[in-house]
Each structure stands twice: as structure tokens, then as C-alpha cells.
């Protein structure tokens, strides 16, 4: 389908007003840090390790690595802002499992946002943003000299392709600092082929190279930040016993993957994963693709015209020359030999289950190694995020209202029901919790939160449930004054104060639900059929509405009740939809018919 000019036209103005706060968009060749952040002064190997610094209140905090500077921040919170947790993943260091940051002499100071990972122009698609040096975490504490305090760990979506920590105000961490009184941790992680890429000439093969070997690098890193949390957040006045991993989107997929992960084992307590999929792809996939991307580099450079010279040319090279050769291309050079979708998203497999990293089928055969509670879900309309701007539906709002209805439920029983259904059948598994976010869909009486058009077109869409369990209310930047206004104001914020209490008692003891609270209780998800198994977060213009419910979708259920509720020739034509469209075509490969 093709997307509509005003589709870039608002991204582009998103584009705009995130550019701000986007630090050192690079071309094709790396750039240096910020000027605000001194560069590592090289400490002898002799050198003692500094000892780790106990929270007093102040600023200036000792890590296990050097000191770091933090300043003022929003909320009576404190930031530190590009903080190394790994060496600079660049030169003999692409491709290999993140290793400790260098220590540094002084007092590293930073009032500005690392670079990003290197990633195409989100508008453009033609020249890469970012450094391959961006292994860096921010970190928000309240302004007090307490201590023991939660850890709430943030990973970014964006495909594992796009994005980076800051890229929105909506992920920054002094509210959750503030309100639920939480250190707030997130990162950058390396993405696109930089994060996954598996090729047989980057593997050794040798014990002990496992991680190397993987192509899981992006994953290594996050776990690698997971690592660095558990030496130093003491010093920030973090409890290193009491960490919850969340993320949304490609970030929520990420929790999923390091929950299956022997290396994150003891790095986390708890963990939140929202509107994801649990979508993982074998070596062999990873392989195939990165044959093809050295056959293009091989024409791109004119050492062949086409591709089968490449072929022949690729055949007379060794495994060395074959790395030697991919480590000397620049981001840029790479990154063209990719396909790309909306926002100069790369089509690169990734989160490779490679046997070490990730386990195969781990979910399914209940050999996950990271069995904590776990709350999940998603929002009631994901895919209004994405089909809003497709120009065929100009017109047609039938079939969108029943495109992104279906498409929706979709997302829900694959990302969320399934995994729910398969993590409760552990019988070692700690309780889950289930939620979908019903913040600005239309009700039974045909009225919503969300002021028209908007409550029809845009809804409960992709990512919105964010601005309420972070409690920045921005949207997409852009989006943020269609959906929020003063009106809604009263409902939204009561909603996002219960949200984050659910969240915070969470990460605390693994259970959101508070003694003596006046929340509605929260119960677990349990594989009993007619049982309560999500909860409804929802509220109209001025009070809450939150409540149990036996829902549990499956793809033929929703597929049959498609069939069976939809008249023709919608029927046809919101199939033909869900059947093309790259989200949804998978969810319902082999499981209904048009016929």
C-alpha cells in the first residue's frame, strides 16, 4: 500500500521537534563525543579500580569506573546524562560482545544526551544519524539522600533498527524518579545490522567466544547495561536487588528476549514488556541475509557488476578477508545495502536464537532460565499507530475501524494471550499480569476521551499507553495536542497516578497490588478458562475505570469472529488488508482462509 504524502509531512514536523534533543546526528563517519564530555585519559593497567561511592545527596558520584558529574533536573530529580557502561563498540570491537568501559581520571561531566546508534534519517532515509561510539546510559534519581531505592530500567523501541534513549520527552525518567521514588535507568543499544548480524567469517567457534559468535549484539548490550547496574546503582543509592526491565514495542520484545537469556541470569527481579512481539529468528536467517549484504557491498564498491560476479569474487575470498573487508565499511556504506521501511527502518533479522544467548523455543518449552513476575500487554488499538496515514482508507472508514479493530486483537493474542498462556503454564513461573490499555477508544456509548477526529482515527493507538505509565504526557510529540487537552485532562492524570502505582508496587515486591490500597485489585492471569485475565485501564473525562476481565484471544478465534461478524464485501476487504500488511500478514498465515 502506498503511504500518503501526509505521512512524511507530519513526521517530518515530529522530525522537527525532537531535533533538539537529539545530540550529534553524524554522516557517514564517526563523530566525537560531546564536547561537555572530557575524553577518557587513558588510566594505566596498574592503576587501583576506584572504590564504589555511597549515596550521600550530592552530585558528584564515584563508579566502579571514575566519577560522574550529575545535574538538576525536572521534577526536584537529579540526571546523569552519557554515562559509559562499555567500551566504544567500533573498529576490532563491531560485531563482538560489548567489554567493560576504560576507566577515566577526573570527574566525566555531561549535561547533554549521548549520540545515537547508527541509523538512517528517519525522514530521508539517505545519510546515517549517530556514532557506532553510543554505549551509554542516563539515570534519574530524586533529589534525597535515600537509599535501597527500586530500579526502573527503560529499553527504547524503534524495530531494534531506529530510535535511541532520548528520542522523545516521553522517555525520560524524572517523573518516574519523582513520583514513584525510583532510580530510572535507560540506555542506547546498538541497532540494525551494527546490533544483529550473523555471517560464518565473524565466528571463531572457539570456547569461551560464544557471545562473540552469537550476532546478538544489541541484546549483549542491553544485557551488558543490566551488568553495569548491578556494580554501580549503589552509589546513585539503587538497590541492585529490586531491578525491573520495561520496554515498549521492539523494547518490550527485548525484555522478552533477555528473559530467555542464560546471560542476564540475576541481573533483573521483575519485568514489564509493552505491545510486543515475541519474534526471534534462527542463524541461518541471519546468515542468508548477511551473504546477500556483502554481495551488494561487493557490486556497491564496483569490485563486481552484478550479482553473480559478486558470487564468484566472494568465492575466492577467505573468512579473514571477508571480515577484514565488512569491518572496514562505514555505517553508511553498510546501511545501503539494506531495504528499508517507513522512518528508514533496515529489514534485518535479529534477536538470533543462537543457543547461547537466546534458547530456542525457550517460551514454549518452559526453558526460559529468567522465571520472574512479569506484567504484560498492549494497547485496544496498536494498529491505528501505522494504517492511520495509509491513503486508501481515505474515505473508507468502515474498513479502517474494522482493519485496525481485528488487526488489534491480532497483536493481542499473539504478543500478549500467548506468551501469557505459556509463561503461566510453568509451573516455577512467578504470577503474570495482564493488561490492555483502553485510554481513548470508543466506548459502548459512543463517546471517547479523545477529541474529534482524532478519537476515531488515532484512538488507543501504538505507544500512547507510554505517556500514562511514564507520566510525561507527550505523545509523539506532535500527536500530543490531538489526543490531550484540557478537557481529558482530570481523567488521564487519575489514570496515570493509578498506572504508576500498579508499576512502582511492582518493581518493589513483584506485585502491583498494595495492602490497604484503594486500587482495583489486580488479578494474575491464570490459564482457567471463564477466569479474570486482564486488566482494563481506562477512564473517561474525569474518573477512572479500571477493572477485571475474562478476555483471552486466540488468531482462529478472532479470525472466525471476523468471518462470522463482518459483512461482505467489508469482510473481503479488511482480510486483503490484514493479509498484506508486513504486522499482521504473519499473524494470520496458516490460520483462516478468505474462502
Not at 141 to 165: D, F, M
Not at 390 to 407: I, M, R
Not at 411 to 430: E, F, T, Y
Request: charged share 20%; net charge negative; glycine share 8%.
Amino acid at each position: 500500500m502506498k503511504t500518503s504524502d501526509r505521512f512524511g509531512i507530519i513526521y517530518l514536523a515530529i522530525l522537527l521537534l525532537v531535533s533538539s534533543i537529539i545530540i550529534g546526528c553524524s554522516s557517514d563517519e564517526e563523530s566525537p563525543l560531546p564536547e561537555t564530555i572530557p575524553a577518557q585519559t587513558g588510566v594505566m593497567p596498574d592503576t587501583p579500580v576506584p572504590a564504589l561511592s555511597l549515596w550521600k545527596g550530592g552530585q558528584i558520584v564515584q563508579t566502579l569506573y571514575g566519577s560522574v558529574e550529575g545535574f538538576e533536573d525536572e521534577s526536584d530529580t537529579w540526571v546523569w546524562k552519557a554515562v559509559p557502561y562499555a567500551k566504544p563498540p567500533v573498529g576490532a570491537l563491531r560485531w563482538k560482545a560489548p567489554r567493560d568501559p576504560d576507566p577515566w581520571e577526573g570527574v566525566r561531566q555531561s549535561n547533554d544526551f549521548c549520540q545515537m546508534c547508527p541509523q538512517f534519517n528517519w525522514i530521508s532515509g539517505d545519510e546515517v544519524w549517530g556514532s557506532e561510539d553510543c554505549l551509554y546510559l542516563n539515570i534519574w534519581r530524586p533529589q534525597s539522600e535515600e537509599t535501597n531505592l527500586p530500579v526502573y530500567v527503560y529499553i527504547h523501541g524503534g524495530g531494534n533498527a531506529i530510535g535511541c534513549a532520548n528520542q522523545v520527552p516521553t522517555y525520560y525518567g524524572s517523573t518516574v524518579a519523582r513520583k514513584s521514588n525510583m532510580i530510572f535507568v535507560s540506555m542506547n543499544y546498538r541497532l540494525g545490522p551494527f546490533g544483529w548480524f550473523a555471517h560464518p567469517a565473524l565466528r571463531s567457534g572457539e570456547p569461551g567466544a560464544e557471545a562473540d559468535d552469537s550476532g546478538n549484539y544489541g541484546t549483549l548490550d542491553i544485557i551488558k547495561s543490566l551488568e553495569w547496574i548491578q556494580k554501580n546503582i549503589e552509589a546513585f543509592g539503587g538497590d541492585p536487588d529490586r531491578v525491573i526491565i520495561t520496554g515498549e514495542s521492539a523494547g518490550g520484545s527485548n525484555v522478552y528476549s533477555i528473559l530467555a537469556s542464560p546471560y542476564a541470569k540475576g541481573l533483573f527481579h521483575t519485568a514489564l514488556a509493552q505491545s510486543c512481539m515475541n519474534d526471534t529468528a534462527t542463524i541461518e536467517e541471519g546468515d542468508a541475509t548477511s551473504h546477500e549484504i556483502v554481495l551488494a557491498l561487493l557490486i556497491n564498491d564496483g569490485i563486481a557488476t552484478d550479482r553473480a560476479g559478486a558470487e564468484a569474487y566472494l568465492n575466492t575470498m577467505s573468512d579473514t578477508e571477508i571480515e577484514t573487508y565488512i569491518r572496514a565499511k562505514t555505517p553508511l556504506g553498510i546501511l545501503l545495502c539494506y531495504e528499508q521501511r517507513e522512518f528508514g527502518e533496515v529489514v534485518n533479522p535479529n534477536i538470533f536464537e543462537d543457543g547461547a544467548v537466546i534458547i530456542a523455543d525457550a517460551f514454549e518449552n518452559g526453558t526460559y532460565p529468567n522465571k520472574v513476575p512479569i506484567m504484560l500487554g498492549s494497547t485496544k488499538e496498536e494498529l491505528k499507530m501505522f494504517l492511520y496515514m495509509v491513503d486508501s482508507f481515505e474515505g473508507k472508514d468502515d474498513l479502517y475501524q474494522t482493519a485496525t479493530s481485528y488487526g488489534s486483537d491480532l497483536w493481542k493474542a499473539v504478543g500478549v494471550d500467548n506468551i501469557a498462556r505459556q509463561l503461566s503454564a510453568c509451573p516455577d513461573q512467578p504470577e503474570v499480569y495482564v493488561y490492555r490499555f483502553n485510554w481513548g477508544a470508543w466506548k459502548d456509548d459512543g463517546t471517547s476521551p479523545i477529541p474529534a477526529p482524532y478519537d476515531l482515527k488515532v484512538g488507543t493507538a501504538h505507544s500512547l499507553d507510554q505517556a500514562f505509565f511514564l507520566g510525561n504526557p507527550v505523545f509523539n510529540v506532535f500527536m500530543t495536542s490531538w489526543v490531550f487537552n484540557e478537557e481529558n485532562r482530570p481523567g488521564r492524570e487519575a489514570l496515570t497516578d493509578d498506572i504508576m502505582s500498579y508499576v512502582a508496587q511492582f518493581a518493589r515486591t513483584g506485585n502491583p497490588n498494595k495492602s490497604g490500597g484503594d486500587l482495583s485489585k489486580w488479578v494474575a492471569w491464570t490459564n482457567e478458562a471463564g477466569e479474570p485475565k486482564c486488566i482494563l485501564l481506562d477512564a473517561n473525562l474525569d474518573t477512572v475505570n479500571i477493572e477485571m476481565s475474562p478476555i483471552e484471544l486466540t488468531v482462529p478465534g478472532i479470525l472466525e469472529a471476523m468471518k462470522s461478524e463482518v459483512p461482505e464485501p467489508l469482510y473481503s476487504e479488511a482480510f486483503e488488508v490484514l493479509s498484506t500488511y508486513r504486522i499482521t500478514s504473519g499473524l494470520m498465515k496458516d490460520n483462516f482462509s478468505s474462502e
